[in-house]
């Protein structure tokens, strides 16, 4: 007997190819909606610590695409967690497993119908793991240790940015 999610989840998987569009980088790893088959695609797939720099992966409820034009994602924003890179071997991968499990597990109370999914970005200068939201204006309970810094961001503000940085809405 396996036990069902509330929800199928989808796992993307994005590494950045300069030759391809954006969207051609994007791929389908796969697609979920039960605990044990949640631990068999985890156990079966690299750790983000393990990931090449410029490469995501990101977990959506199905039906959601991982960016910031589907209709779902389009009025909302993202949560934003960034760590250093001497964390990425320490925390990364934990940080991710905990988020993944905040996900598939509805851990947001009432707040859960409003998660979209999450992203977590290797990058050279420091690694990024974000909850994406349907709308801007909710604010979640998220269990993140207390020196961790985290912002909200909208995503018209995201995509409209003309420097490498988005200004936080709210800061954690």
Known sequence: IKHPLQNRWALWYFKNDKSKSWTENLRLISKFDTVEDFWALYNHIQQPSKLGFGCDYSLFKDGIKPMWEDDRNKLGGR???T???QQRHNDLDRYWMET???LVGESFDEASEEVCGAVVNVRPKGDKISIW???KSHHYRL???IKAMIGY???DDTSSKSGSTTKNMYSV
């Open 100 to 102: 993944l499990l905040c």
């Open 83 to 85: 760590l250093n890179k």
């Open 143 to 145: 269990n993140i240790p």
């Open 79 to 81: 949560w934003l967690m």
């Open 133 to 135: 939201t349907k709308r």
């Open 153 to 155: 961001q909208s995503h």
